[in-house]
């Protein structure tokens, strides 16, 4: 069975950082892109970022270019998002997904709530 | 960056009632490349359609979708009590961004 679950969220001041994680099981993570997709409270999906199977290429919403940083380690099955500078706006439920065929997603994680309040 | 318009925002209806929910896209998305989810509160999205048409796993088939170029269709054939949810389409062709709908909440009426 396929599953992703996340941690790392909580709360954190304005200008702070962050980092999230995600575990992989029930599939060779190797395999796949992944990526992060975020939901404000009582709005809609945001992409933020995805990293291609390797860990070689990765690619960044405008809004969180230059601040966040999304990584894998294969050999442990973990995807993972590091967070600076971080500002209200980026208030969410952060979501790791497996890329299917360019970006669609079969598998979701349960998401982790991050919350930037002073 | 391909912006989805989904509309509209809230879809009325009553159990055993169709439901079709639009998005349209600000310009062509490529090979079809259109998924839709349901997400219900405290839920995770949960993927029905990619590819335009095509249903994931396991999703029922008074579940369909339809479309290409930049008009896409979600139907619900005859709504079901656990169909009342919001939907969300998502373009995943080309390049990034890859973009979802501002979504539309289907309701009991």
């Known amino acids: 069975e396929v599953q992703l679950v996340e941690s790392g969220g909580g709360l954190v001041q304005p200008g702070g950082s962050l980092r999230l994680s995600c575990e992989a099981s029930g599939f060779t993570f190797s395999s796949y892109w992944m990526h992060w997709v975020r939901q404000a409270p009582g709005k809609g999906l945001v992409w933020v970022s995805r990293i291609n199977s390797e860990g070689s290429s990765t690619t960044y919403a405008d809004s969180v270019k230059g601040r966040f940083t999304i990584s894998r380690d294969n050999a442990k099955n973990m995807l993972y998002l590091q967070m600076n500078s971080l500002r209200a706006e980026d208030t969410a439920v952060y979501y790791c997904?497996?890329?299917?065929?360019?970006?669609?997603?079969?598998?979701w994680g349960q998401g982790t709530l991050v919350t930037v309040s002073s | 960056e391909i912006v989805l318009t989904q509309s509209p925002g809230t879809l009325s209806l009553s159990p055993g009632e169709r439901a079709t929910l639009s998005c349209r896209a600000s310009?062509?998305?490529?090979?079809?490349?259109l998924a839709w989810y349901q997400q219900k509160p405290g839920q995770a999205p949960r993927l029905l359609i990619y590819?335009?048409?095509s249903r994931a796993t396991g999703i029922p088939d008074r579940f369909s979708g339809s479309g290409s170029g930049t008009d896409f269709t979600l139907t619900i054939s005859r709504l079901e009590p656990e169909d009342f949810a919001v939907y969300y389409c998502?373009?995943?062709?080309?390049?990034?961004?890859?973009?979802f709908g501002g979504g539309t909440k289907v309701e009991i009426k």
């Open positions: 997904a497996r890329g299917q065929q360019g970006g669609y997603y079969y598998y």
């Open positions: 590819g335009a048409s």
């Open positions: 310009q062509s998305v490529s090979s079809s490349y």
């Open positions: 998502q373009q995943y062709g080309g390049s990034p961004p890859l973009t």
